[in-house]
């Protein structure tokens, strides 16, 4: 049984006062359903006042990127032992703003994961294909790429600790939310892919997860899809009423 997972990117946003804020909010609502996990990945300045809040709480912490070495001289990067001394499980890599705007091809997202899960890190790894792609019928295949380049040399213990989540990119910070057939469709050809990888064990546990302008009119009726194990949310994270929602409506 796969445990829901909702996670908030919070990207280039917030500042610690906003962080803290949020966090205050959230924990000041009525208890999350048990059979969600919940997890925020703020920006690095805020993740210490942010872990010191959700210490004894039940939201976890995730990092939004690292460097692809394990440490030295690399001015301006952060570490996947860093991002762990500083309490986080999980970090967000592969996503399609850090392939767009910095030119993050799939090999060097592979070195990224590799370091991540050898430090102990969760790792949240984004794939999703472009309009242009989806409309000239190449999904399947752009998705099978990213997966096999990106996941290229795992072992099934590796694999475990992956999250993936399938994020197409016409629908990140568009409003224009996948419909759940569509969402589901893909997330049954990443469960496939991953029975071929790593076998039926590892396919049937892990947790893959929708984003893409997801609201809380649109989280519940696609986390009804059997494949569709929880979200990724960047803009309705920001606001900690929203995201409650979001986590409230996981079917
Ligand atoms: C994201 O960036 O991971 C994301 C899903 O953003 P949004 O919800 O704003 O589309």
Redesign the pocket.
């Known amino acids: 049984m796969r445990r829901s997972l909702v996670?908030g990117?919070w990207?280039m946003n917030m500042l610690i006062s906003d962080a803290t804020d949020w966090v205050g909010s959230l924990l000041g609502k009525p208890p999350f359903p048990e059979t969600v996990e919940v997890v925020v990945a703020p920006p690095f300045t805020a993740l210490a006042a942010v872990e010191e809040r959700i210490r004894r709480s039940c939201i976890s912490l995730a990092g939004q990127n690292i460097g692809p070495e394990p440490e030295g001289a690399r001015t301006g990067e952060i570490s996947a032992a860093m991002l762990k001394d500083a309490g986080c499980r999980f970090v967000?890599l592969g996503?399609?703003?850090r392939r767009q705007h910095f030119f993050e091809t799939d090999a060097f997202i592979s070195r990224k994961i590799g370091v991540a899960l050898a430090s102990g890190l969760g790792v949240i790894f984004?794939v999703g294909e472009s309009l242009e792609e989806r409309e000239s019928e190449h999904t399947r295949q752009v998705i099978e790429h990213q997966l096999s380049e990106g996941l290229n040399g795992l072992d099934v213990r590796q694999f475990e600790g992956l999250v993936i989540?399938y994020?197409p990119v016409w629908?990140?910070?568009?409003?224009r939310?996948a419909t759940p057939e569509q969402a589901q469709h893909v997330h049954r050809i990443i469960r496939d892919w991953a029975r071929q990888a790593f076998g039926e064990n590892s396919a049937e546990n892990v947790r893959i997860l929708y984003?893409?302008?997801?609201?809380p009119e649109t989280s519940g009726p696609l986390t009804v899809q059997p494949d569709i194990d929880g979200?990724?949310?960047?803009?309705?994270?920001l606001k900690s009423d929203s995201f409650y929602d979001i986590i409230c409506s996981i079917k």
């Open positions: 996670v990117n990207k967000i996503h399609s703003e984004c989540a994020e629908a990140i910070g568009t409003g939310t984003g893409g302008s997801v609201t979200l990724l949310v960047g803009g309705a994270s």
